[in-house]
């Protein structure tokens, strides 16, 4: 257990850090207006401190930094809960009530609004796939052989494709296959399109169009989607306003890991309810060892579909961001149901 002048201490320590990105000696600590320890005292509490691992001394300094530990504690034991102030929040629900008519798009603006209010990497990962169902189908020939297909869902996601259409469908055949796939293919989830369309759709079109197999198998390769999750991000060149990516091979390791989409993720989706914050090694990934990432989840019509996230350093303005991130999820869960009853 620390005593109360240890966590004073550390809590003066890592705000100062956060707020400077420079090493924190007890001569600044003792000139703040809520510490009344002498600099000696603050000394031996420091030196106390880096032994039981919540801070550490950089080399040819004699301030301390906070250690990962050191982050951890503040986060559990030290932080108060932030709110935004009322602007904050007007400014979030004005953006967030654009006229967005896809939910792609509000995900999307979700990002957007979290990098620039923090200033770090936004990552959002959209709703999941699987579980989406398909709401309309749509067959708009291009010309005498193409067409465009798309497909909308339950969760406003559009996907488009082009499609071959062979010499022998008439316009008649087009209208008569769009209505069949409507009739049988709606409120289905976009995995089971394919399945769907190779043992129902099959013979309800021999019935009624004529040499639709071209069609049918264009349209089998056309719903190979919803496989996996969409992950969008904001403010990738953040980072390089951070002293602590001054390294470019620091920066080039983590944006690559970035692309990385099967990999984020799998990270999103093992994401648990509520606002989460994993600090440096916490994230069980070489390349955020760095880093913090604080999460949260969103849901539609109280279901959980995605996640939420910021990535920055692990010198990282934790009580803001958390108030940030909580408030962004909040808002995007509400705009999300909204437009999901609406449809």
């Known amino acids: 257990m620390l005593t109360e002048r240890q966590l004073s201490i550390l809590h003066a320590i890592v705000d100062d850090y956060i707020r ?12 703040r207006d809520d510490i009344t320890f002498s600099p000696a005292t603050i000394r031996n509490d420091m030196a106390d401190l880096e032994d039981l691992g919540f801070l550490e001394k950089p080399h040819s300094s004699a301030g301390r930094i906070p250690s990962q530990k050191g982050y951890r504690y503040y986060v ?23 006229r967005m008519q896809e939910i792609e798009e509000v995900i999307q603006q979700s990002a957007r609004i979290l990098s ?14 699987f579980e989406t169902k398909l709401r309309n189908i749509q067959i708009i020939p291009l010309s ?32 008569r296959i769009v209505n069949i796939l409507n009739e049988r293919l ?18 309800v079109m021999r019935a009624h169009v004529n040499n639709y197999e071209q069609v049918l198998s264009s349209l089998s390769n056309s719903f190979d989607i919803g496989k996996s999750e969409k992950v969008f991000y904001s403010g990738k060149m953040n980072l390089l306003t951070q002293p602590e990516f001054r390294d470019i091979d620091k920066v080039r390791v983590l944006l690559n890991m970035l692309e990385e989409e099967q990999t984020m993720n ?27 990432m604080i999460t949260a989840s969103y849901s539609i019509g109280g279901k959980h579909m995605g996640t939420i996230g910021i990535l920055g350093p692990t010198r990282m303005e934790y009580q803001r961001v958390i108030g940030v991130v909580d408030s962004v999820s909040k808002d995007l869960t509400k705009l999300l149901t909204s437009l999901y009853q609406q449809g």
Do not use: W
């Not at 193409?146 to 087009?174: K, R, W, Y």
């Not at 309810?273 to 060892?289: P, R, S």
């Open 186 to 203: 709606m409120g289905v989830p976009l995995f089971q399109l394919r399945m769907k369309l190779k043992k129902e759709i099959r013979d």
């Open 144 to 175: 005498k052989n193409s067409a465009i297909l798309i497909l909308v869902t339950d969760t406003g996601h559009v996907e488009n494709q082009t499609i071959q259409i062979p010499d022998s469908i008439e316009a008649g055949d087009l209208e």
């Open 116 to 129: 620039n209010m923090t200033s770090y990497i936004s990552i959002v990962l959209g709703p999941e796939m």
């Open 266 to 292: 799998q990270i999103l989706r093992a994401q648990k309810h509520g606002v989460q914050v994993k600090i440096g090694e916490e994230n069980n990934l070489e390349a955020f060892d760095h880093c913090s």
């Open 20 to 31: 400077s990105a420079e090493p924190v000696g007890s001569r600044s600590i003792s000139k």
């Open 76 to 98: 559990d034991h030290l932080l108060l809960p932030h709110h935004l102030t009322d602007k904050e929040e007007a400014d979030i629900r004005s953006l967030f009530t654009e």
